[in-house]
T-cell receptor, first 109, second 112 residues
Framework: GQSLEQPSEVTAVEGAIVQINCTYQ??????LSWYQQHDGGAPTFLSY????GLEETGRFSSFLSRSDSYGYLLLQELQMKDSASYFC??????????FGKGTRLSVIA | EAGVTQSPTHLIKTRGQQVTLRCSPI?????VYWYQQALGLGLQFLLW???????NRGNFPPRFSGRQFPNYSSELNVNALELEDSALYLC???????????FGPGTRLTVL
């Protein structure tokens, strides 16, 4: 089976940096994705890592270590609008994405 | 380019009733995925359709079913509604890069 672990809640200060970790256990692995979901909204795609290393997209970066079955999402220069839930997701094979339970990020002034 | 659309946006039903939710994928996307998201919880995979066929099914009872039409739009049917079926039902579509799914706004189903 597949399982993903990520913290349920994280609180950080506006302007700071926050890291949301994700560990996974899957029977197959084709990459780690991250999605953002604001309250009442739909999830939106943030990033995808198929290979080890860091991918940067503006203030957001995502990291993957396949040997450690671990990845993280790094958010820099936090803004109030970054308050949302963040989901990591893996694609084990010719199957749909499997999502983690999500991390609720609260950005405080 | 229009995004994924879903209808209706909200729905209130009573226990035992049946409901049909609809989804139109992004033009050119052949895969449609359905997820259930109960309040405060993660996304639970329901069904995956591609090219008109059911490709995979999540751990849900048979009263959850669906289909995909030749134009790649999709329906999710839920029979014999139960209180615990109250949730946000999300539809997503993807093209050949299935790690990136595009989600619709969802249908909020309330079962009383």
């Amino acid at each position: 089976g597949q399982s993903l672990e990520q913290p349920s809640e994280v609180t950080a200060v506006e302007g700071a940096i926050v890291q949301i970790n994700c560990t996974y256990q899957t029977s197959g692995f084709y990459g780690l994705s991250w999605y953002q979901q604001h309250d009442g909204g739909a999830p939106t795609f943030l990033s995808y890592n198929a290979l080890d290393g860091l991918e940067e997209t503006g203030r957001f970066s995502s990291f993957l270590s396949r040997s450690d079955s671990y990845g993280y999402l790094l958010l820099q220069e936090l803004q109030m609008k970054d308050s949302a839930s963040y989901f990591c997701a893996v694609k084990p094979g010719n199957t749909p994405l499997v999502f983690g339970k999500g991390t609720r990020l609260s950005v405080i002034a | 380019e229009a995004g994924v659309t879903q209808s209706p946006t909200h729905l209130i039903k009573t226990r035992g009733q049946q409901v049909t939710l609809r989804c139109s994928p992004i033009s050119g996307h052949t895969s449609v995925y359905w997820y259930q998201q109960a309040l405060g919880l993660g996304l639970q995979f329901l069904l995956w359709y591609d090219e008109g066929e059911e490709r995979n099914r999540g751990n849900f009872p048979p009263r959850f079913s669906g289909r995909q039409f030749p134009n790649y739009s999709s329906e999710l049917n839920v029979n014999a509604l139960e209180l615990e079926d109250s949730a946000l039902y999300l539809c997503a579509s993807s093209s050949l890069a299935p790690n990136e799914q595009f989600f619709g706004p969802g249908t909020r189903l309330t079962v009383l």
